[in-house]
């Protein structure tokens, strides 16, 4: 399966392309061309001594558009802030039977605290009057084959490979294929396990985890946290 990352130069796109690039061809996204290609093949590197001869999986680098292009799952690996405009460039790239994985989430910090901050979107009668990221790429696209997940994994435990990620990853979408997709791709990440939290209006629940796990960390003083269901 061909897989673009967009925004994938970060811990978190470069993680995911190291941990699915044993098997599935990943193209790695930037807004600059070159240093797409220049992340990917360092990547590329890494993978090859990890999985040696039995990686059947590749890694590339291009620009976003031609990423989304080229791809049959894509995942956002973007700022929240710039989320609206940047799916309305990308929209183009974005056919109604491609998959879009959301691990975005929309933050504020006051003082030392985080809180979530959805969307406000007013004159939409399509949209609730706050969205969650998911939600608004779902609308911008037009497209029900929307994925929120990875909200809660750590992006510095996630690229060092000798990590192991006891986690569970909590979804939310509408799309039936789509979330199994998706679950195949999680459980392909060793001791990740995929759990369907309900259809994408539930999004907002999930994203707002992520505020919730930094200001444990941050009143505890503990290290990268993220979540599993006992």
């Not at 061909?2 to 941990?19: C, N």
């Not at 998706?182 to 995929?194: A, D, E, G, H, M």
Request: glycine share 6%.
């Amino acid at each position: 399966m061909k897989i673009a990352i967009l925004g994938g130069t970060g811990d978190f796109g470069g993680g995911l392309a190291l941990r699915w690039a044993s098997s599935h061809n990943i193209v790695i996204g930037s807004r600059d061309e070159e240093r797409a290609k220049a992340f990917a093949e360092k990547y590329k590197r890494v993978a090859e001594r990890l999985y040696g001869k039995e990686m059947e999986g590749s890694i590339i680098g291009d620009e976003n558009f031609q990423a989304a292009k080229v791809s049959e799952i894509v995942v956002f690996s973007v700022p929240y802030k710039n989320l609206i405009k940047f799916t309305r460039s990308i929209r183009p790239f974005i056919t109604k039977d491609k998959i879009v994985v959301s691990p975005v989430v929309p933050i504020d910090k006051d003082g030392e605290s985080f809180s979530y901050a959805p969307y406000l979107l007013s004159g939409s009668s399509n949209l609730p009057r706050y969205a969650s990221a998911a939600e608004v790429i779902s609308f911008e696209l037009k497209s029900k084959r929307i994925v929120a997940a990875f909200h809660t994994l750590p992006a510095k435990k996630l690229c060092r490979l000798e990590v192991d990620l006891d986690y569970d990853v909590i979804m939310a979408g509408d799309d039936t294929e789509a979330i199994k997709q998706v679950s195949k791709l999680v459980s392909q990440i060793s001791n990740l396990r995929p759990i369907y939290a309900g259809p994408l209006k539930t999004s907002k629940l999930l994203e707002s985890l992520t505020p919730m796990l930094l200001n444990v960390r941050l009143y505890n003083k503990m290290g990268d946290l993220s979540v599993k269901i006992v």
